[in-house]
């Protein structure tokens, strides 16, 4: 008999598995310390004993710029953007516990569970560079006619134009404390940068539902994309090659879409490498989207479950569980 508690608070989940209640828990990567030390029984087992990292699923995590609406759609500011964030920050103090790394950097949008069609030319993520940033930036207050005020007192762009307003991130409300914790940092690294950034959440169906045209679809947002079935080329492209709400960047471009238009027909897998390896590289200059660090999976199981298996395309096998 299996039984599942959906919708606890993160004290109740952690509560019921150190109590021995839960056979099979979670809690967020901000709480994995408190997770530990609530284990009653960790005298008799270490931290990985009872820790089941299954990987990360197929699909990305990333923040998402419009590219049909001001100031987002202009490419040296959506660079600044990419350039301005620090990775291996977020990767330290969001996705790091006890040695173990919780997240992976990657370049998207296809996932690396494919490693065949994953990044074929190597592309490096977005260096962390502000020297970069502000150069970027002040290329495109000088094209798009507005003005940013460094921390240091510099005014970069166009030193005679209106400052650039507050922007903001919408992200998928309610939000999790690795997102929060992670978007805080976003924030705080933009504004290195002069930029003043805000936080705001909408229900997801938002996203899907009311998110109709570019106009009306956010600068900036939180957004992750998960495909229903695992096929790297139809499904992972495309948040680079389909305008629809589903894909707030709203990218369309005729050289992508040319591509696309043959793609996911052929069977040599070296041209579609060729292919993929094209459409990486657009984008990538492109920069509509800037890649966020991909969570594993994982699990707190008791030490007396065995026969877990986790498959990140199917999800666990309940069949093949048992106490010893």
């Known amino acids: 008999t299996i039984i599942i508690n959906y919708a606890l608070t993160q ?24 997770m530990f030390s609530a284990y009653q029984y960790k005298k008799y ?9 299954a990987g990360s699923q197929p699909g990305v995590q ?9 100031p987002t759609k202009n490419v040296n500011f959506r660079l600044a953007l990419a350039h301005a964030i620090n990775f291996t920050l977020i990767l330290d103090k969001v996705f790091s516990y006890n040695g173990t790394l919780l997240a992976s950097t990657y370049v998207g949008p296809i996932s690396q569970q494919f490693p065949e069609f994953y990044n074929p030319d190597n592309l490096t993520p977005y260096t962390y560079n502000i020297q970069l940033a502000i150069s970027y930036l002040n290329k495109a207050g000088l094209q798009e006619g507005f003005s940013v005020t460094l921390p240091n007192g510099t005014v970069i762009g166009n030193t005679s134009a209106p400052p650039l307003q507050p922007l903001t991130i919408v992200y998928p409300a309610p939000i999790t404390p690795y997102l929060q914790e992670e978007l805080t940092i976003v924030v705080t690294e933009l504004s290195q940068l002069g930029l003043s950034v805000g936080l705001e959440g909408e229900a997801p169906s938002v996203f899907y539902t009311t998110w109709t045209t570019p ?3 956010p600068a900036i947002t939180w957004f992750a994309w998960y495909p229903d079935w695992p096929d790297p080329i139809f499904q992972q492209l495309a948040p680079a090659v389909t305008t629809t709400s589903y894909f707030p960047a709203w990218m369309n471009l005729t050289s992508v879409n040319n591509i696309m238009a043959t793609l996911p027909f052929l069977t040599n897998t070296t041209q579609q490498r060729q292919l993929v390896a094209e459409i990486y590289n657009i984008t990538y200059n492109y920069a509509p989207y800037i890649w966020l660090p991909n969570p594993i999976t994982y699990f707190f199981v008791q030490p007396y479950v065995q026969g877990f298996i986790y498959n990140p395309f199917t999800g666990y096998y309940y069949n093949t569980m048992h106490y010893t």
């Not at 952690?14 to 709480?31: D, H, M, R, V």
């Not at 990333?62 to 001001?70: A, F, G, H």
């Open 215 to 217: 106009q009306v679809t």
């Open 11 to 34: 004290n109740q989940q952690i509560e019921s598995f150190a109590s021995n209640q839960a056979q099979i828990s979670y809690a967020g990567s901000t709480n994995l310390a408190q």
């Open 62 to 70: 990333m923040i998402s710029l419009n590219t049909q609406i001001y």
């Open 45 to 53: 087992y270490g931290f990985n004993q009872i820790f089941i990292n």
